[in-house]
């Protein structure tokens, strides 16, 4: 899942909770969203559930 599924537009802010131990709460903002670059590497995050 990417932040495209969620229809962010600039400016957007939206919590995260990481919950592995410690239950940290993280705001985020989306400063600019830029289009997709065939060209460029990206990086990637996995999310495991019931570790």
């Known amino acids: 899942m990417s932040l495209y599924d969620f229809s962010v537009r600039n400016q957007d802010r939206f919590l995260y909770e990481n ?18 670059n065939s060209k ?5 995050t996995f999310l495991m559930a019931n570790m």
Not at 24 to 36: D, G, Q, S, T, V
Not at 40 to 44: A, D, E, G, K
């Open 40 to 44: 460029r590497t990206y990086s990637v």
């Open 19 to 36: 919950d592995f131990v410690d239950a940290w709460l993280h705001e985020f903002r989306i400063e600019k969203c830029l289009p997709f």
